[in-house]
């Protein structure tokens, strides 16, 4: 059941930023997430800000002074999965999108929403007092831990649900936001706040801070990029784990590159010593290797989590085989 | 009683009917044979349009003036001793009418699975401690928070193996056994010595969980004494009677209605808590009260397909002749009495030709929601062990598992002191579904598709059903009016499978009517016919036949009428289609024509279920084949195709047919891939106590092709339309045909369900 709470449509941007600023307010983008979690009663709000009477066009796709695009924060997903340039240019972002949820949620979803949205672990989710959550521990710990985190895990051991995080980070793109004190820019992969730093939290946007739009630089632009995602089931389920490729290819030869995961840690996980590892090296059995294993070198796993190591690696090197044979 | 009738009666919740009017040595009906006219098509639900338009008034739509709405709270832990129930705040929130709990003796009545509607020590996580009535949803939502409860929390246990360790916490104060049982034929020693080639191996169930799209729940009203409940249910006189005992009332006193409901696989075969609890606070209130549990509540506490361990030795000759078949099953009924291990060593013991068998079975107490009957309960999970161990028997006989089944086919039922079979359904099954599903070109080629990660499987499984034939007691009541359209009545539920369809059809058939002029009422105790709940894959053969019969009784009386008004001998008239004529063809009469029945107006025919013949063992059966990918570097399952090959006699409407066979198969696939209950272990909460962690499996789980291949045959030994049942054979093979085919294509045995990467991957990494 839904708790009472006053429910508000700003048509002006600087108007949500204020109200949102005040008390336990929430916005409320699709609310394929909000609702859930309200009527779940994972968390409560006494007021509920919609982001659907804008005037300024939050939903809009256009291209940018550097050749690449910005995307609307109220874009919806199964538009980011359908859209032809990014399909083109950014097939990563489109596959991640195409791979949320089921296509209800992703014509309700937004992409903002899908950054912000909170974390699927089920003492979150569930009966259970967690630290997340303002109790005092992590039940994933000693409980059960089958799809929680192998990397990046303190006091807090979810996975972050999101897989269209990863193929950002791995795009490197970046966040422009709106807040009380005017806006600012945030690196994708500095977007996430991990339970090192507040276990409470699941981004770094501040009090009254919005998501208006995510800039993908030209830059990335018809890179080999990829995102796959295993699951233990093919539709509506979250990634087992997942793997944000972009490549920078010569021929064979791998420039840069950049890995995100998905399903392995607290925030979207930046592979960094896989992605050492891959560049500057040719696409060989080796490297594939030696960049699965590296990117697996500092994982944790808990009891029951140990085949997501052996799932990352599997992963890893079937898309980078993938690219090799491209 | 041989003990399948015990049986039988423990998963159907009734008792067995002795006394069936008449015997069929005295049936004189004639079967359909090959030519039918409406029998045997695709036809659309006569319902649809209601069904899909929202005209359909389900349970959980209905409205009355005056309505109040009622919540349960459940307990939050896995044991607790209550100490109190504070529920004045809740009382005093505007809105709510009454609050009730194991406080309030009146309102508390004794239950059948033991204890009462509230029990003061709670042995499951959402085991109701008190429910609300109030204006409406959300008061009660919010009233329920307000009820102060103190609890004792008592240790708990949540799986089978602690639940027996030495010193464990006890479910009940006599210990965590429910009850053992034993089976035994030939001498398995023997059997074992016999033998060439052995297999062994433990498998292990995870608890599928129910949750039927429309949740468990009824609206209750009293007039006076007089108590109406509106209830999705598999069966309304179950419920009728149910609640009559529960609160000490006549059967008169209750009418039960539940003409459309939203689904339900056995945990809907007889009333819920919810029932009682909804018709008390009813009464308290003098107002219609409505209560529908929410889906978390459906997961913990309205029942379950117990978790098993199973031990399972094959032993063979050298050409591949079974000499014996040991099998140790245990499985856990949860909190209360409930069928952990029923019938879980059928399969075993029945499936296939074997003189030296030897079965054990324990039925285990867990602190967790009680088990109930499940589509073919006892047997999806047997299946899971028996089909793979006759596939590895295969491979260490070096035989096709195909050649291997058809090895050991049996002529009567091994475990019925093999009372001969009807038909040679589990042969035709599997011959039939090997060679359309082309198993020896698909075995051959996917064994060259070895190179890459990516490996291709092929498998198969096989089954049997132990009833399936139906019985008594079922009344019908046709009645034919003067304009030549039909009514049906009769009480059996329609849960979705398309029964109401599927008895017009019977109708039409037999009236020499179209589909169009009949009318079907049912499913209400307060103006339909006897009937048991629809379950246990017994409706077709059960009402089909009586429906018939009812048919015929009108037919009967439209002869005599016939026969006065042409002035011709009784034996001389006869149904020619929708008209009568004389045995030479020279005079025939329309019905409507008929003098007799325009004045009288109706023409009312009963039919009643007969006793099945006691020499024969009426059984379906059923055989899977599945093709398949497995990823593996990441575990990933990829069903390609999959074919159903099924024997229930005669196909009565080929369409609802299709769906049993599609609806068995994506259950066998959630059972097998995607679907276990996960009870937290420090706590004893159930972590996937909703839809999107429980994880049923979706469109895209599904194989792309899958066939629905039925064996056409017509068994008239079985009863007068030839039909058994198939709801449940459909979903048997189903987990062991995807398991085998995940052997064959990686050399791994999946030893657990579900099958996913979490168990997949290790074990490929490790065994590869
Ligand atoms: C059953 C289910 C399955 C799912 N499966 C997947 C999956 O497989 N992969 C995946 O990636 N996602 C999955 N999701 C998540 C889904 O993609 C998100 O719910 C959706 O994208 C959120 O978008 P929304 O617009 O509905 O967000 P809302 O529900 O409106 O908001 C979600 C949160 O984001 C905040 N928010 C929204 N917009 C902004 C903004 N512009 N700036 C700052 N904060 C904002 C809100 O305050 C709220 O806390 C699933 C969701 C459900 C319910």
Redesign the interface.
């Known amino acids: 059941?839904l708790p009472a709470f006053a429910y508000i449509r700003p048509t002006r941007l600087q108007d949500v930023v204020a109200r949102l600023n005040q008390g336990d307010a929430q916005l409320h983008a699709g609310g394929t997430d909000l609702l859930g979690c309200l009527h779940?009663g994972v968390f409560t709000t006494d007021m509920v800000i919609s982001l659907g009477a804008l005037e300024s066009d939050l939903n809009a796709i256009r291209q940018t002074e550097d050749g690449g695009l910005e995307l609307g924060a109220m874009a919806r997903v199964a538009r980011i999965a359908e859209d032809a340039t990014i399909r083109q240019r950014y097939p990563a972002l489109a596959q991640a999108a195409a791979s949320v949820a089921?296509p209800q949620l992703r014509n309700q979803g937004t992409l903002g929403g899908n950054l912000c949205q909170k974390p699927?672990c089920?003492?979150y989710?569930?009966?259970?007092a967690c630290l997340r959550k303002g109790g005092f521990k992590c039940?994933a710990v000693?409980?059960?831990n089958?799809y929680h985190c192998i990397l990046g895990g303190t006091d807090c051991f979810i996975v972050h649900p999101s897989d269209i995080a990863p193929a950002l980070v791995a795009l490197d793109a970046e966040i422009k936001t709106a807040s009380p004190q005017g806006g600012r820019r945030i690196a994708a992969s500095d977007l996430h706040m991990p339970p090192s730093e507040d276990p409470r939290r699941e981004t770094r946007l501040k009090d009254g801070e919005v998501i208006v739009s995510i800039r993908l630089p030209g830059a990335m632009a018809n890179r080999y990029s990829r995102y796959r995602k295993?699951r233990?089931?093919?539709?509506?389920?979250f990634a087992?784990?997942g793997c944000a490729l972009n490549l920078d290819l010569d021929g064979d030869q791998v420039r840069d590159c950049r890995i995100a995961l998905a399903g392995a840690a607290p925030v979207p996980w930046r592979a960094q010593a896989a992605e050492q590892a891959l560049k500057g090296q040719t696409l060989t059995a080796a490297t594939i290797r030696n960049t699965a294993q590296a990117a697996m070198a500092d994982a944790d796993p808990m009891s029951?989590n140990?085949?997501k190591v052996?799932?990352f690696?599997?992963?890893i090197?079937?898309m980078l085989e993938q690219a090799a044979a491209t | 009683m041989p003990t399948e009738e015990t049986e039988t009666q423990n998963i159907e919740g009734q008792t067995p009917f002795t006394q069936a009017p008449d015997n069929p040595a005295e049936d004189k009906a004639e079967p359909w044979g090959e030519q039918t006219r409406i029998v045997g098509r695709r036809h659309g639900r006569i319902d649809g349009f209601e069904r899909v338009s929202g005209g359909a008034v389900y349970p959980s739509d209905v409205s009355l003036p005056g309505l109040l709405h009622a919540a349960i709270l459940g307990c939050?832990y896995p044991h607790a001793r209550i100490k109190g129930v504070d529920a004045s705040a809740a009382l005093k929130l505007p809105g709510v009418h009454a609050v009730i709990s194991s406080a309030d003796a009146d309102a508390n009545p004794e239950w059948h699975q033991g204890g009462r509607i509230f029990n003061d020590t709670c042995r499951y996580e959402g085991e109701p401690v008190a429910a609300v009535a109030a204006d409406n949803?959300?008061i009660a939502?919010?009233a329920l928070k307000r009820i102060l409860v103190s609890y004792e929390e008592l240790p708990y246990v949540s799986d089978m193996e602690s639940a027996l360790a030495d010193g464990a916490p006890k479910v009940h104060p006599d210990g965590n056994t429910v009850k053992t049982d034993s089976y035994s034929r030939g001498d398995l020693k023997q059997g074992l010595e016999q033998a060439a080639v052995q297999v062994s191996g433990q498998y292990r169930t995870a608890s599928e969980m129910q949750t039927p799209l429309e949740r468990h729940g009824c609206v209750a009203r009293w007039e006076g004494d007089q108590l109406t409940v509106w209830e999705s249910t598999q069966g309304v006189y179950a419920v009728q009677s149910r609640i009559a005992e529960t609160l000490g009332l006549p059967l008169t006193r209750v009418r039960v209605i539940g003409h459309y409901m939203g689904g339900a696989f056995g945990s809907k075969l007889d009333a819920g808590g919810y029932s009682i609890i909804a018709s008390v606070l009813a009464k308290r209130t003098g107002r219609p009260v409505k209560l529908f549990v929410s889906r978390e509540q459906t997961l913990l506490t309205m029942g379950n397909r117990p978790p098993t361990r199973m031990d399972i030795r094959l032993a063979a000759r050298q050409d591949g002749g079974l000499t014996a078949i040991e099998f140790t099953g245990r499985g856990a009924s949860g909190a209360y009495s409930a069928g952990g291990a029923s019938l879980l060593d059928w399969l075993a013991k029945d499936l296939y030709q074997c003189d030296n068998v030897a079965t054990e079975l324990e039925d285990v107490y867990i602190n967790a929601g009680p088990a109930r009957p499940f589509r073919a309960p006892g047997y999806v999970q047997c299946a899971f062990a028996v089909e793979q161990a006759m596939d590895a028997l295969a491979e260490k006989l070096n035989m096709d598992p195909v050649a291997l089944r058809l090895k050991n086919i049996p002529k009567g039922s091994p475990a019925k002191d093999n009372l001969p079979y009807t038909t040679d359904g589990l042969r035709l099954c599997i011959e039939q579904g090997a060679q359309h599903f082309g198993w020896e070109a698909a075995r051959a080629e996917a064994a060259k598709r070895q190179d890459g990660?990516i490996k291709r499987g092929v498998g198969m499984a096989a089954a049997n059903w132990f009833v399936g034939d139906g019985g008594p007691p079922c009344t019908v009541i046709v009645r034919l009016y003067a304009d030549g359209t039909a009514n049906l009545n009769m009480g059996a539920s329609d849960i979705g499978t398309g029964t109401r369809t599927v008895m017009a059809m019977v109708v039409a058939e037999e009236l020499g009517l179209e589909l169009d002029a009949i009318s079907v009422e049912n499913a209400d105790t307060g103006t339909c016919q006897y009937a048991t709940p629809s379950g246990g894959s017994k409706t077709v053969p059960t009402e089909a036949p009586t429906v018939r019969r009812a048919c015929l009784a009108v037919k009967d009386q439209l002869l005599d009428m016939a026969a006065k008004q042409l002035g011709a001998g009784r034996d001389q008239v006869v149904f020619a289609g929708s008209e009568i004529r004389t045995a030479d063809g020279f005079e025939s009469l329309k019905i409507r024509d008929l003098d007799r029945l325009s004045n009288q107006k109706v023409v009312v025919g009963l039919g009643e279920r007969r006793h099945n013949p006691d020499d024969v063992s009426i059984t379906p059966f059923a055989a899977q084949f599945c093709e398949l990918e497995v990823?593996?570097?990441?575990?990933?399952v990829k069903l390609l195709r999959m074919l159903g090959a099924n024997e229930s006699g005669r196909v009565i409407n080929r369409l609802t047919w299709d769906n049993q066979l599609i609806g068995g198969v994506t259950m066998g696939i959630g059972f097998a891939?995607?679907e276990g209950r996960?009870l937290?272990?420090?706590?004893g909460?159930l972590?996937?106590?909703?839809w999107?962690?429980y994880?049923l499996?979706?469109?895209?789980?599904i194989p792309p092709e899958l066939i629905s291949d039925p064996v056409m045959l017509n068994d008239d030994q079985a009863n007068i339309v030839g039909a058994k049942g198939l709801g449940e054979p459909v979903t048997i093979p189903t987990a062991p045909a995807i398991a085998n085919a995940i052997y064959h294509a990686t050399g791994v045995r999946p030893m657990a369900t579900?099958i996913?990467?979490?168990?997949l991957?290790?074990r490929l990494?490790q065994e590869t």
Do not use: I
Request: charged share 25%; hydrophobic share 30%.
């Open positions: 059941m779940d089921s699927r089920w003492y989710r569930g009966d259970f039940f000693n409980g059960e089958q295993v233990a089931r093919q539709a509506w389920d087992l784990a029951q140990g085949y052996a799932l690696e599997g992963l090197a079937e | 939050p949803p959300y939502a919010d990660p990823n593996t570097r990441t575990g990933e891939l995607t996960v937290d272990g420090p706590t909460k972590c996937n106590a909703n999107h962690d994880k499996p979706t469109a895209l789980d579900p996913n990467p979490l168990d991957l290790p990494n």
